[in-house]
Structure formats: C-alpha cells, structure tokens
C-alpha cells in the first residue's frame, strides 16, 4: 500500500523558514517524479515545486529563490525548504508522486500528473 506522510508545517512569522518533509512507504523515490503542491482557503490547489527522476526541478514563480525542493533517495523523503516565507505562503501542503514522467518539464506542477497524495501538513505565515 502507497502512503506519503508530510511533516514539518507549523506556523511561522513573515521572513522566517520552514522544512516540509514527505516519507514514502509502498513505493521508491527513485523511479518517481515528486511535487509539492498547496491550496490556501478558497482557493485552487497550486503547484509549487516538482522534481523528475533525473533531479531536474521547476518552481513556480512565486517562490522561486525562495523554496527549494530535493530528495534523499536513501531515506525516500522529499523535502520543501521554504525561506523567507510571505504571508501570501499560508496553505495547506501536499506532497505528490507520479508513476509516469512528463514530456515537459512544466508539467510537473500539473495535478493530474500524479497518481498518490499525501494527507497535508498546514503551513501558517503571520505578518
């Protein structure tokens, strides 16, 4: 059975950082593209940060040079580092894997790329 269990979240001040980190059982990082993906109250689900199984990642704009996604394939974990968190950075995380790599790159942040989620951990960014 597949789970993907995220930790890390928790509530921070504007400027401050998080780690989110995201455990697999029932499947190895090493044969999977893996994203973190948000949804902040009335809002879309979004795609913040994708990584292929070649380690080649994409951010979306908002958080670029500030997360930074990576894999410790040993420990089949994914990691978000988040820096200089914004308010705007309130949501709920969810880490994902795909069974299957995109032909583009940027679809790595597409939703429906991914075939297993994991419950979420909340991120909280007062000003």
């Known amino acids: 059975q597949v789970q993907l269990v995220e930790s890390g979240g928790g509530s921070v001040q504007a400027g401050g950082s998080l780690r989110l980190s995201c455990a697999a059982s029932?499947?190895?990082?090493?044969?999977?593209?893996m994203a973190w993906f948000r949804q902040a109250p009335g809002k879309e689900r979004e795609g913040v940060a994708g990584?292929?199984?070649?380690?080649?990642?994409i951010y979306a704009d908002s958080v670029k040079g500030r997360f930074t996604i990576s894999q410790d394939n040993a420990k089949n974990t994914l990691y978000l580092q988040m820096n200089n968190l914004k308010p705007e950075d309130t949501a709920m995380y969810y880490c994902?894997?795909?069974?299957?790599?995109?032909?583009?790159?940027?679809?790595?942040?597409?939703?429906?790329?991914?075939?297993?989620w994991g419950q979420g951990t909340q991120v909280t960014v007062s000003s």
């Open positions: 994902a894997a795909a069974l299957f790599s995109p032909v583009v790159r940027a679809r790595l942040l597409y939703e429906g790329l991914y075939n297993y």
């Open positions: 029932g499947l190895s990082y090493r044969n999977l593209c």
């Open positions: 990584i292929d199984t070649l380690g080649n990642t």
